[in-house]
């Protein structure tokens, strides 16, 4: 389940060419270490996305995408919440009122509307595809053949290509709209939001009240014309100088909405040199996790040098006593078994090697003690898998994040799983 409190932050963005850059997944990663080592556990990531849900599965397939708390697809048509993607169908109500997809669908034929693959024309949104050069004559015809069937729907176009047509009580911004209304009924409105975007179904997102505003550096031009359009004070919406995920950090660091800078931008602290760790909370668990997988990727990409004081780092955050229960099936200790990482330093250089968490949760047991579960990703030549993990941190002060690992469990995410060779 989604984080169930008041969000600290609320970050709805946009995924194609905003989150995701589909030339380069680093700056998803960036943002994917940043959000889950400081946000994941006070803090809300909503995706709104022209995508179906079938495309949107295929996303999470191909990028590493974070789960987020709530998904709104289709163009602000459909709303789903948490891990198990329930639907909100009070919204759905809202979207019937005055909605008739058979007269779209007429009126589509009646004007040889080209339309988009079906898996994109939902129960809400009826998809074509319409050349730049066309849309100047097809959109008024179009708005003047919907309104004489008496239909209450409005138009998108986005990214020179896309046409929309949806319920007029549809679309990213009313689905916020939508969204905030019900938080706050629930005593949950999120203390800040930023809303993050690069195309014309986009736009919406920016009117809504009270929000911080990213227009990614790559974003198309129906955008950039209609943010030059608006007057008056701009001042919550940054344009930013970097593409996608890497223009949303960009945005943090503007609007000052911290932490801001991802685990992946600077080293991770290998000792706590003169002073103890402070008392672990929630944000300090997610913190360990984030970074001792991170100091796993860079050790074996040969990032990072192979110092002593790396290893160490990496040794002794594993209890000597600790237990792990392999994917595999065999339990070992951890603390022993990490030795066969020292000959691996470097051995994924010049590789595609990726380790990143997600679905970061942890839940606190005693004074000094910690359960925490998260879903480990690896992405490597040899294809992705998926560790589901539990586990069991106890509160030391001399390591960096004021913890150390006790005891690990680890299974194989179906579909995903890799071989114990992989290990490491
Ligand atoms: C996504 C959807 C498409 C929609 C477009 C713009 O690409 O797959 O159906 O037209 O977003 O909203
Ligand atoms: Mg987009």
Same mark, same amino acid.
């Given at each position: 389940m989604e984080f169930m409190g008041a969000p600290r932050l609320l970050i709805v963005s946009d995924l194609?060419?905003?989150?995701?850059?589909h030339k380069d997944q680093l700056s998803l990663l960036r943002f994917g270490a940043l959000w889950e080592s400081e946000f994941n556990h006070d803090s809300l990531l909503v995706y709104s996305t022209g995508r179906s849900p079938t495309m949107f599965s295929d996303l999470r397939r191909e990028v590493p995408l974070l789960t987020p708390g709530i998904a709104i697809l289709a163009c602000g048509s459909e709303i789903f919440y948490g891990d198990t993607m329930t639907q909100d169908f009070g919204f759905i109500d809202e979207l019937n009122?005055?909605?008739?997809r058979a007269a779209v669908e007429e009126v589509a034929a009646e004007m040889n509307l080209k339309y988009q693959?079906?898996?994109? *024309?939902r129960p809400h949104k009826v998809s074509f595809h319409v050349r730049k050069e066309e849309s100047a004559h097809i959109m008024p015809m179009l708005r003047e053949k919907l309104t004489a069937k008496g239909l209450d729907y409005k138009l998108i176009y986005s990214g020179g290509l896309d046409l929309d047509v949806l319920?007029?009580?549809?679309?990213k911004g009313q689905a916020l709209s939508y969204l905030l209304k019900k938080l706050k009924a629930e005593g949950?409105?999120? *203390?800040q939001t930023l809303v993050c975007g690069d195309s014309?179904?986009?736009?919406e997102l920016f009117g809504v009240d009270n929000v911080y505003g990213v227009i990614v550096a790559n974003a198309q031009d129906e955008l950039l014309q209609w943010h030059a359009d608006q007057l008056g004070d701009?001042?919550?919406?940054f344009v930013a100088t970097e593409r996608c995920a890497a223009g949303i950090i960009q945005a943090m660091q503007h609007f000052n909405l911290?932490?801001?800078?991802?685990?992946?931008d600077i080293s991770v602290p290998l000792s706590v040199h003169d002073k103890l760790a402070p008392k672990p909370d929630g944000g300090a668990v997610s913190r360990e996790v984030v970074e001792y997988l991170l100091l796993t990727e860079q050790w074996l990409r040969g990032d990072?040098?192979?110092s002593e004081e790396a290893f160490r780092r990496l040794k002794f955050g594993?209890?000597?006593e600790s237990n792990r229960v392999c994917p595999w099936g065999v339990i070992e200790n951890p603390h022993e078994e990490i030795d066969t990482l020292r000959a691996q330093?470097?051995? *994924?250089?010049?590789?595609l090697f990726y380790i990143w968490a997600d679905r970061v949760r942890s839940i606190k047991l005693s004074d000094d003690s910690w359960l925490v579960r998260f879903d480990k990703w690896e992405r490597s030549d040899a294809g992705l898998t998926c560790v589901l993990t539990s586990a069991l941190l106890q509160a030391n002060a001399e390591f960096p994040n004021g913890l150390y690992w006790r005891l690990i469990h680890e299974t194989w995410l179906k579909g995903y799983e890799g071989s114990a060779a992989l290990k490491g």
């Open positions: 194609d060419h905003t989150m995701v850059d009122k005055g909605w008739n693959c079906d898996s994109e *024309q319920p007029r009580a549809a679309g949950r409105a999120p *203390q014309g179904n986009d736009i701009k001042s919550h919406i911290r932490p801001n800078v991802s685990p992946r990072i040098d192979a594993l209890a000597k330093h470097g051995s *994924q250089k010049g590789k």
